[in-house]
């Protein structure tokens, strides 16, 4: 069996289970945020009733992240009711806005907070759950439904995904980021390549990027249509999950790793020596084109930020390229989490912390959120209104996805957006980086 069908056999109580068979499983985590969660919740009290209590208080995780800095009516009221709800079942793992407890971008937060461990299953309401899989554990998103189903009973009817097995062979050259790799991989694919499949990770290259890195190439497993992205643990996922798990009742865990032989449903084979930085052109993720194929092509603004681009490794990038050097179209960045925020003020480069880079360089920094990301109220940070061009290190770029359906975005490393910021046309950053 591979990784992902030897954990849903475990925790459905079986010896062995094949691709394509359904069966409720135990869930470890339910995540949901201010997106999802009011609705998720009023499903649950009505099937379940006005008094009954989730199935686990630890095992529920509540993170708003969304719509968090603006005055949006409707998206107060959400943070609202999640708060409520908080309240009322003393839920233990609730990070609320405003507090010190507030996180931001919910996929980076669960890995923060240790919630993150190799051989759980993990389920929230939010597409992108997937990106929980780089510590070597099933997660994945659900609808609403789904969700409240697992908030009042923690367990859940799946069936088991065909693995398709993607590995980057060789040493990653220092002008290539995980995003170009998934990128690659998605356009060659299609967005509808891996539908209800798994994309597991291997090779060289993926056991030589940093665990947050391994978040950007399982986050964008769901770009590709499929159930989950899985990356088999190391001695890197150890360091990370026991760092932020010692001395808790999460430090307990079991890793799990695929059987020599296992079946595949498909195997994907990449040199990475010989890749070059690729984009994402509007309107899909899967519009791939290398960056020299589409250099020169003007933009109006840059976005460094999200789960998969608003991580501390992603604005070291960033500033290797900008600093000393000034932007010349807007230029937003936006921490992932408020632990990422933090570090901006005390990690360098070149005796700079990163924050002085940014803010020398012309850049607007935000608060840690989701932010423009998924568009949002008008007011939201970073939001287009109009009919802009925007390079952004985000995850999607559908018609609408930051905002205006005018706009067209193209998705790329924070490296690759970097470079372009400071030159205002898409920039191969082998031009830039010394």
Request: hydrophobic share 40%; charged share 20%; net charge negative.
């Given at each position: 069996m591979t990784i992902t069908e030897k954990i849903l056999a475990q925790h459905a109580g079986r010896d062995r289970v094949a691709p394509g068979e359904t069966m409720w499983i135990d869930v470890d985590v339910l995540m949901t945020h201010d997106v999802c969660g009011p609705p998720t919740i009023g499903i649950f009290q009505r099937e379940f009733g006005a008094d009954a209590q989730v199935w686990d208080r630890d095992k529920l995780v509540i993170m708003p992240d969304h719509y968090i800095f603006t005055t949006n009516h409707h998206a107060n009221r959400n943070v609202d009711i999640l708060r409520d709800f908080a309240a009322a079942h003393n839920l233990p793992h609730y990070y609320d806005v405003g507090t010190d407890r507030y996180k931001g971008v919910c996929h980076i937060g669960l890995a923060e907070e240790g919630f993150n461990r190799p051989g759980l299953t993990l389920f929230g309401t939010d597409s992108h759950t997937c990106t929980s899989g780089a510590f070597g554990l099933f997660s994945t998103g659900v609808g609403n439904t789904d969700a409240a189903l697992i908030m009042g009973t923690g367990k859940i009817w799946v069936k088991v995904p065909a693995t398709m097995r993607f590995v980057f062979e060789g040493e990653l050259p220092p002008y290539l980021m995980a995003k170009d790799l998934i990128l690659a991989a998605i356009g060659d694919i299609g967005t509808d390549g891996a539908t209800y499949r798994t994309l597991e990770f291997d090779g060289e290259a993926v056991y030589d990027l940093s665990m947050e890195e391994r978040m950007t190439l399982c986050n964008m497993a769901i770009e590709a249509g499929g159930k989950n992205?899985?990356?088999?643990?190391?001695?890197?996922?150890?360091?990370?999950?026991?760092?932020?798990?010692?001395?808790?009742?999460?430090?307990?865990?079991?890793?799990?790793?695929?059987?020599?032989?296992?079946?595949?449903?498909?195997?994907?084979?990449?040199?990475?020596?010989?890749?070059?930085?690729?984009?994402?052109?509007?309107?899909?993720?899967?519009?791939?084109?290398?960056?020299?194929?589409?250099?020169?092509?003007?933009?109006?603004?840059?976005?460094?930020?999200?789960?998969?681009?608003?991580?501390?490794?992603?604005?070291?990038?960033?500033?290797?390229?900008?600093?000393?050097?000034?932007?010349?179209?807007?230029?937003?960045?936006?921490?992932?989490?408020?632990?990422?925020?933090?570090?901006?003020?005390?990690?360098?480069?070149?005796?700079?912390?990163?924050?002085?880079?940014?803010?020398?360089?012309g850049c607007q920094v935000g608060k840690s959120s989701c932010a423009a990301c998924l568009g949002g109220p008008v007011d939201t940070f970073g939001r287009t209104h109009g009919t802009e061009v925007v390079i952004s290190t985000t995850n999607r770029n559908y018609p609408g996805r930051m905002g205006s359906k005018q706009a067209a975005v193209y998705l790329a490393s924070p490296l690759t957006t970097a470079a372009s910021a400071l030159t205002g046309v898409i920039t191969d950053p082998r031009e830039v980086l010394v």
């Amino acid at each position: 069996m591979t990784i992902t069908e030897k954990i849903l056999a475990q925790h459905a109580g079986r010896d062995r289970v094949a691709p394509g068979e359904t069966m409720w499983i135990d869930v470890d985590v339910l995540m949901t945020h201010d997106v999802c969660g009011p609705p998720t919740i009023g499903i649950f009290q009505r099937e379940f009733g006005a008094d009954a209590q989730v199935w686990d208080r630890d095992k529920l995780v509540i993170m708003p992240d969304h719509y968090i800095f603006t005055t949006n009516h409707h998206a107060n009221r959400n943070v609202d009711i999640l708060r409520d709800f908080a309240a009322a079942h003393n839920l233990p793992h609730y990070y609320d806005v405003g507090t010190d407890r507030y996180k931001g971008v919910c996929h980076i937060g669960l890995a923060e907070e240790g919630f993150n461990r190799p051989g759980l299953t993990l389920f929230g309401t939010d597409s992108h759950t997937c990106t929980s899989g780089a510590f070597g554990l099933f997660s994945t998103g659900v609808g609403n439904t789904d969700a409240a189903l697992i908030m009042g009973t923690g367990k859940i009817w799946v069936k088991v995904p065909a693995t398709m097995r993607f590995v980057f062979e060789g040493e990653l050259p220092p002008y290539l980021m995980a995003k170009d790799l998934i990128l690659a991989a998605i356009g060659d694919i299609g967005t509808d390549g891996a539908t209800y499949r798994t994309l597991e990770f291997d090779g060289e290259a993926v056991y030589d990027l940093s665990m947050e890195e391994r978040m950007t190439l399982c986050n964008m497993a769901i770009e590709a249509g499929g159930k989950n992205g899985i990356i088999a643990p190391d001695a890197k996922t150890f360091a990370y999950v026991d760092e932020r798990t010692a001395g808790t009742n999460r430090a307990d865990y079991t890793p799990v790793y695929g059987d020599p032989g296992a079946r595949y449903y498909s195997e994907h084979v990449y040199d990475v020596s010989t890749m070059e930085p690729v984009v994402a052109k509007p309107h899909a993720p899967d519009n791939k084109a290398t960056v020299s194929e589409v250099a020169g092509t003007k933009l109006d603004r840059a976005y460094v930020g999200s789960c998969t681009g608003g991580k501390l490794e992603d604005f070291v990038a960033a500033a290797r390229v900008l600093q000393g050097q000034e932007v010349v179209i807007d230029t937003f960045i936006v921490p992932a989490t408020t632990e990422v925020g933090r570090q901006l003020h005390e990690v360098t480069v070149g005796g700079q912390t990163l924050f002085d880079i940014f803010q020398a360089s012309g850049c607007q920094v935000g608060k840690s959120s989701c932010a423009a990301c998924l568009g949002g109220p008008v007011d939201t940070f970073g939001r287009t209104h109009g009919t802009e061009v925007v390079i952004s290190t985000t995850n999607r770029n559908y018609p609408g996805r930051m905002g205006s359906k005018q706009a067209a975005v193209y998705l790329a490393s924070p490296l690759t957006t970097a470079a372009s910021a400071l030159t205002g046309v898409i920039t191969d950053p082998r031009e830039v980086l010394v």
